[in-house]
């Protein structure tokens, strides 16, 4: 059998590296998520597949813990509650199932997290649409070119590589950097 780890951790060094460059966005995104908690709001996080792992991940962190035993923080993950995914898949098509908990959760003071690694979800695009008429500031964690989804947040982390495997990793790293600003910023 030929070895695989090198070639795997090889391109994952590569993709994450490819990261450093995106710094800025990165501590926007960080400041929109702190006073977004700091004002009473709540992050909404989206995705789907792996990505509805990640925004179910980075939504139990915020709301359990992440490293450090401090107040619960307001995550909601839209992809997480099967009754209200069916009956609005069922009633309004999958391309609604975000979207329409945007509209009815969402606030002018919370932050819409999306999770894509294509950027060209129907369910993803109409969520950020949905963000954008209620007045919710968005991020997008994206990948390869970003997709359809490339503009549509107000904040945009775009991973360039076609493999989803690397492309969620890195989300996974972003997510996490992302809650250790959040705890080290936000006393318990």
């Known amino acids: ?9 090889d391109d994952a060094c590569r ?16 400041a929109a ?18 990505s509805a792992a990640d925004a179910m991940h980075l939504a139990e962190e915020l709301v359990g813990r992440y490293r450090t035993n401090r107040r619960s923080l307001a995550g909601v993950s839209l992809t997480a509650d099967g009754t ?18 945007v ?3 969402g ?5 819409l997290v999306c999770f894509s690694t294509s950027g060209n979800s129907p369910n993803i695009l109409r969520a950020l649409d949905a963000a954008r008429s209620k007045g919710v500031k968005s ?27 690397r492309i969620q990793e890195v989300h996974t790293l972003i997510l996490h950097a992302l809650l250790e600003v959040i705890e080290r910023e936000i006393a318990s």
Not at 1 to 9: F, G, H
Not at 33 to 41: E, I, M, N, P, Q
Not at 91 to 99: I, K, P
């Open 103 to 105: 509209e009815g959760l």
């Open 1 to 9: 059998m030929e070895p695989i780890l090198p070639k795997l951790v």
């Open 15 to 30: 993709t994450l590296q490819g990261l450093v460059s995106q710094e800025d966005t990165f501590q926007e995104i960080a």
């Open 139 to 165: 991020v997008a964690l994206l990948g390869k070119d970003g997709g359809k989804a490339k503009g549509k947040a107000d904040f945009e982390i775009i991973v360039a590589n076609s493999d989803n495997g």
């Open 107 to 111: 606030n002018k003071n919370d932050l």
């Open 33 to 50: 998520a702190v006073a977004t908690l700091k004002s009473g709001g709540k992050i909404l996080t989206c995705g789907n597949g792996g």
């Open 84 to 101: 209200a995914l069916t009956c609005i898949g069922n009633d309004f098509g999958f391309e609604n199932v975000f979207s329409r908990q």
